[in-house]
């Protein structure tokens, strides 16, 4: 991409700024992953047989990353997405002073950020020479959030290793044993302080999971603390499935690979009752062969519908299933005693409201940390959904 400064006049000195891996970081702390999935999508980055929602977000936006600096229509197009996404910053960066910018940044380095991402795209792309540098340090500080980036934890430290400075070995500056042992001293306190940070995470894990625990164990109990008794076996029961909303809350809390069992999600649900339908929800993409994870609902006995993702003219998307959803619930209310919604969106509390007037209760199973608290509130009860619902991906393969 020799000429990618010609194409680019009024954003060339972001490629002269950064190189590829910290272009791909940028993008990481910038870009929501569904618009880094979307920008491969559309540059034609996929390659056979890759499934975009599964792969790992740094590996998306170092893909990305790397073609910009091979293929100006690429480099047009990611330079276009982060200007529109940091609008915002971009105009605030413009107002401030080269010597207030550190007013600006605040705090914000001591903590994942997507501002924090969009800050430094707006002060890499502004003309002032005076604020890259402080650009590049936020780029360096902001620390990559695992659960969204998908960044594993052996790698969630990657930049502050081999760099040159810290060998005493930067251009123009003459090794010496003072830089050298300097440069040791700093390397081994980020290394205590990466030790640190992964055993951190490993009880925020331990942690969560305890959490989970205590939470299936107040929803299995009344507030008076007397353990809730069996269903009656004739209980006639619908169950209704956001299944876009159960898949991301899966992963948002759990991990990139984390998957919702189904299986188990509907014997849970329906216990010894009587169950009249199971529906599921499913939104398409073109982009991803969802036939075999259809197939494997059906056989678990859902009716599965199915609707595509609408492309708006602006690039956007929209696909939801509420209305639907919301008549199939209607349409079944004087047929079922107990209805159950597996979502946590708080759009449905009217209808909740509405489903209990016309008879039938009306529980909800959710991912806790997922659901508006005015939906737990309305249904006449609340399952929390735990570990104990999710599929064993070290069992699956």
Not at 287 to 303: A, I, P
Not at 338 to 362: H, T, W
Request: net charge negative; with cysteine; charged share 25%.
């Amino acid at each position: 991409m020799e000429n990618r400064h010609n194409t680019l006049p009024d954003y060339r000195h972001l490629f002269r700024r950064v190189d590829e891996s910290g272009l791909a970081r940028l993008l990481e702390l910038a870009l929501d992953r569904s618009l880094i999935a979307k920008l491969c999508h559309i540059c034609g980055l996929a390659s056979d047989g890759q499934d975009l929602e599964s792969t790992e977000t740094h590996v998306l936006a170092t893909q990305l990353a790397r073609d910009c600096f091979e293929r100006e229509v690429t480099a047009a197009q990611v330079v276009s997405t982060l200007v529109q996404s940091s609008a915002r910053e971009i105009s605030r960066v413009g107002a401030t002073s080269p010597g207030r910018i550190g007013s600006l940044l605040g705090d914000r380095t001591s903590a994942y950020s997507r501002e924090c991402g969009r800050l430094a795209t707006a002060m890499l792309l502004d003309e002032r020479e005076a604020v890259h540098a402080p650009a590049i340090e936020l780029l360096n500080r902001t620390p990559a959030d695992p659960a969204r980036s998908g960044v594993s934890e052996e790698t969630a430290f990657p930049y502050l290793r081999g760099d040159s400075v810290l060998d005493g070995e930067a251009a123009g500056v003459p090794s010496s044993p003072a830089a050298r042992d300097l440069g040791s001293a700093i390397r081994d306190t980020v290394k205590h302080i990466e030790t640190h940070c992964m055993d951190v995470l490993k009880a925020l894990k331990a942690v969560r999971q305890e959490v989970d625990q205590l939470s299936n164990l107040r929803h299995e109990s009344d507030p008076g603390g007397q353990v809730v008794r069996g269903h009656p076996i004739d209980e006639r029961v619908a169950i209704f499935i956001d299944v876009q909303n159960m898949w991301y809350a899966a992963r948002q809390h759990y991990g990139i690979s984390a998957r919702l069992d189904f299986e188990k999600l509907l014997q849970a649900a329906v216990g010894d009752r009587r169950l009249i339908c199971a529906n599921a929800y499913v939104i398409q993409t073109p982009e991803v062969d969802q036939s075999g994870f259809v197939t494997m609902l059906e056989q678990f006995s859902y009716q599965v519908k199915r609707k595509d993702l609408r492309r708006r003219s602006d690039g956007s998307a929209k696909g939801d299933w509420d209305m639907e959803m919301a008549i199939d619930m209607i349409r079944m209310a004087e047929k079922v005693d107990v209805v159950i919604l597996a979502s946590g969106d708080g759009d449905f509390v009217s209808l909740i409201q509405l489903l209990k007037e016309l008879g039938p209760r009306v529980e909800v199973f959710s991912f806790p940390h997922n659901t508006a608290r005015d939906l737990m509130e309305a249904a006449d009860r609340y399952h929390a959904i735990g570990e104990s619902l999710l599929i064993d991906m070290n069992t699956a393969r």
